[in-house]
């Protein structure tokens, strides 16, 4: 009996309905590549925001995935007022800004109010609206006004489905380029929980679909003023992800996660990193291979 790739209701993540778009020379989505979103939760430093953007160059060399790298300028959504939130916001914005430049390497960061994104908007490629922040209109409608990639991340507290809502409020403003990221949804208090069905859900409104494998791992707010996390369980959910169909994943990576100043509990080292991504490409490639059987 010959083998044939099975289509289900509804379809699946993989199929061609997806908004096919570019983010600099990178193509969303591919069918021979994940898109990766890598880099540390905020910046710390120019010097450790470089140490990661040089790896990540590495890696891309080796294995020929593209990266997009990933920092936030500030952080405004911290568990305790006494948390590190940034080392200012056009010094982080300008580390961003020489690492496009300097690696060839597409940029995103987090917008918070709709005043930040005429700033942050001139550093980077891509706006990424945080979780807790995706029904917010007035935000949403001012990232797309930028005609810059919007990546909304789905809150804690949404169903999958109503993610399409969000979504609209972009492609309303003419910007079609969206993407629609998983991060966990509220499981009771401090607690975090992936429901696999829902990246399907997601994906039935036409845009591409990542999975956060980092965010998604936290114990919010379980670490006595920090969000404390389960990074032992990052690679079985990730290659899940992979395998259901997603096209992205979004990490978060530190040379030293033990001494990160933003999720040191969820952070992927960076020397581990090389090996999770060649792992997870492979994987890739074979899960579009059975779309052509």
Request: proline fraction near 4%; charged fraction near 20%; charge should be negative.
């Amino acid at each position: 009996m010959s083998q044939r790739a099975v289509t289900l209701s509804p379809k699946n993540i993989t199929g061609n309905n997806v908004q096919k778009f570019s983010i600099g020379s990178i193509q969303v989505p591919d069918d021979s590549f994940p898109l990766i979103i890598a880099g540390p939760c905020v910046i710390e430093s120019r010097a450790m925001a470089i140490e990661t953007a040089e790896e990540l160059q590495k890696i891309s060399r080796s294995e020929g995935v593209r990266f997009i790298f990933k920092g936030s300028y500030r952080k405004a959504n911290r568990t305790s007022g006494a948390s590190f939130t940034g080392i200012g916001d056009i010094e982080a914005l300008e580390v961003l800004a020489e690492i496009r430049q300097t690696y060839g390497m597409p940029v995103v960061t987090d917008v918070h109010e709709t005043k930040e994104i005429l700033l942050a908007s001139r550093y980077v490629d891509v706006l990424q609206i945080p979780a807790f922040l995706c029904r917010q209109t007035e935000l949403l409608v001012a990232a797309g006004e930028s005609g810059l990639c919007v990546n909304i991340k789905k809150g804690q507290f949404m169903a999958p489905e109503d993610m399409a809502l969000a979504a609209v409020k972009v492609q309303q403003t003419g910007n079609s380029r969206i993407m629609l990221t998983e991060r966990g949804s509220s499981f009771g208090y401090h607690n975090l929980v992936v429901d696999f069905r829902g990246l399907a859900k997601m994906a039935e409104a036409g845009y591409p679909v990542l999975y956060d494998a980092t965010h998604s791992l936290q114990l919010p707010g379980a670490g006595q003023g920090v969000s404390g996390g389960e990074r032992e369980y990052m690679i079985p959910l990730a290659r899940a992800a992979v395998a259901a169909g997603v096209n992205g994943l979004f990490f978060e990576v530190h040379p030293d996660p033990s001494k990160a100043l933003s999720d040191s509990a969820t952070q992927v080292a960076l020397s581990d990193f090389g090996a999770i991504v060649m792992q997870l490409l492979h994987l890739y490639r074979c899960v579009h291979s059975l779309q052509s059987l």
